[in-house]
């Protein structure tokens, strides 16, 4: 079946470091993926999808790409912000699954000053 | 556009009472969608409609859940009777379909229920 996994948490992080939260993904055809983020007290957001196959996804200064090969979809951020500081899920949505979410289990950011 | 709406945002209760949580979905979303998320199970989807027409309940954990769309903008998620166990985070979420394009859902700000 479909299924999405992500890197544990929680992840800490000093102000201004390098951020990769690792997503893989197990699904029939051709699925999009995503990005939620989830802020303290709030419910989940989207950050940033991809649709098909080598599409890159960025918001806010965050991206993914949606690697078909490695059925990978790992978000990056060059410089963190201590407003970064939230849970995010890797999601996908099947081919065919009306619009029906998988999400991963969430990784927990701590950006610290 | 004002979002998608839940009441109430907290909620504490007894057990063996009745809960009802509410959700307003963004007009014109045909999808709605109910979570529960707590630290131990994270993120799990309950059950999900399509056009007020139930998809997919099998999340929902046992009899003593159920849930219904009467209309468009408007569903409930009911409770009863409840148990601590229940205690959780409680979310709708809302989507529109585009032509069959896998399109984003937008959530609530989440139902806080404490079962004593």
């Known amino acids: 079946g479909n299924s999405v996994t992500q890197m544990e948490g929680p992840v800490t992080l000093s102000e201004e470091a390098f951020l990769t939260i690792n997503c893989t993904y197990t699904a029939t055809g051709y699925p999009s993926l995503f990005w939620y983020v989830q802020y303290p007290g709030e419910g989940l957001q989207l950050l940033l999808k991809a649709t098909k196959a080598d599409d890159k996804g960025s918001n806010k200064g965050f991206e993914a790409t949606y690697r078909k090969e490695t059925t990978s979809f790992h978000l990056e951020k060059g410089s963190v912000q201590v407003s970064d500081s939230a849970v995010y899920f890797c999601?996908?949505?099947?081919?065919?699954?009306?619009?029906?979410?998988?999400f991963g289990a969430g990784t927990r950011l701590a950006v610290h000053p | 556009d004002a979002g998608v709406i839940q009441s109430p945002r907290h909620e504490v209760t007894e057990m063996g009472q009745e809960v009802t949580l509410r959700c307003k979905p963004i007009s014109g979303h045909d999808y709605l969608f109910w979570y529960r998320q707590t630290m131990m199970r994270g993120l799990e989807l309950l059950i999900y409609f399509n056009n007020n027409v139930p998809i997919d309940d099998s999340g929902m954990p046992e009899d003593r859940f159920s849930a219904k769309m009467p209309n468009a903008s408007f569903s409930t998620l009911k409770i009863q009777p409840s148990e601590p166990r229940d205690s959780a985070v409680y979310f709708c979420?809302?989507?529109?379909?585009?032509?069959?394009?896998?399109?984003?859902?937008?959530f609530g700000p989440g139902t806080r229920l404490t079962v004593l």
């Open positions: 979420a809302s989507s529109h379909d585009l032509a069959g394009a896998h399109n984003e859902q937008f």
């Open positions: 999601a996908l949505s099947a081919s065919g699954g009306y619009n029906k979410l998988i």
